[in-house]
């Protein structure tokens, strides 16, 4: 279940190509739009649920995803499609991805500042279906965020542990 809110075309293209995703055996983790003036992004991180996704993998899907949008034909104008690996930071949009990495350092980037900050770094504590609770490192105490207010999130990665 997604949890973070997509802009609009994001979350058609979202919609559109999940299924067949989840059908080739993998996982549709994070659809990005951004509209530029003479050409447009259309990112999508897609992962292997079990052993990752290699670059076979990506080449393979990029033609299936491509072959699928034009013909859904969901972003206006030109654009340029990147079918991508979500990375070592990846991104968290759904409530499985949250579920997934308490316990673990994450970024959340918000909406509007809470107490002159926009962005929260610690320790995933909690996961509810209205939000989380994170051990902020840079505020140095608990925050209850809900995903409302959340702009977007990621896994940190400790390269030092």
């Known amino acids: 279940m997604l949890v973070l809110t997509l802009n609009p075309v994001a979350r058609k293209v ?3 190509l999940e299924p067949h995703v989840e059908r080739q055996g993998y996982e549709l983790v994070f659809v990005e739009f951004r509209k530029g003036p003479r050409s447009s992004l259309l ?3 897609v992962d292997r649920p079990e052993g990752g996704i290699s670059l076979n993998d990506l080449e393979r899907l990029s ?3 491509s072959d699928l949008l034009d013909v859904y034909d969901p972003v206006e104008g030109r654009y340029t499609l990147e079918v991508s690996s979500p990375g070592i930071n990846r991104p968290l949009a759904k409530l499985e991805h ?3 990495h ?3 350092r994450v970024r959340v980037r918000l909406l509007a500042a809470r107490d ?4 929260l770094l610690g ?3 909690s996961v509810s279906p209205e939000g989380i609770e994170i ?3 840079l505020g140095s105490k608990r925050q209850a965020v809900g995903f409302g207010e959340i702009q977007g999130a990621n896994y940190e990665h400790n390269f030092d542990g």
């Open 102 to 104: 308490r316990g673990h």
């Open 135 to 137: 051990d902020d490192e």
């Open 98 to 100: 949250f579920e997934a």
């Open 14 to 16: 979202m919609d559109l």
């Open 116 to 119: 002159g900050q926009k962005t």
């Open 63 to 65: 033609h299936i995803l």
């Open 123 to 125: 320790t995933l504590v």
């Open 43 to 45: 990112r999508l991180l």
